[in-house]
């Protein structure tokens, strides 16, 4: 990885990379086409265009992913919100761990447990329980 600007023609050694290659060629393509690339000097006054273009992607990538989802959960007759618990939940809590993994593994500073992107879910988690021990002192 270089982090020069994208290039979707440029074939992985691997045959593992190829094959992922080969599926991924239509998205890669599309967002190739749709998104311009702000690291290329040409593009380089379009920065406002490519925030926005990506925005949309992952608008209508995310917008797929529940449908997706809702749909095999009305076939095999499992409620919405058990879906979106179990399979919505665990779709975007994966990237975020492996994500993670990456980072500690190729870096020399690694955040403490809990402050990390997930540490909105542990402070939300702990407000209704005060809300609720609060209240229920004030009953009593």
Partial sequence: DDDGPADPFEVPESTTG?????LGMPLSLAMWITIP????PAFERFWVLTFSCAILWIA???YFMVW???DFGH?????DSIMGLTLLASGT???DCLSSIAVARFSASVDPPGIDS???IDVG???PCSFMASSSIAQS
């Fill in 68 to 70: 997706m989802v809702t």
């Fill in 60 to 62: 209508m990538l995310a």
């Fill in 118 to 120: 997930t540490s909105d």
């Fill in 18 to 22: 190829k094959v992922f290659w080969v």
């Fill in 37 to 40: 690339d702000c690291r290329r």
């Fill in 125 to 127: 988690r702990s407000r």
């Fill in 75 to 79: 076939r095999q007759k499992i409620p």
């Fill in 93 to 95: 809590s994966i990237p």
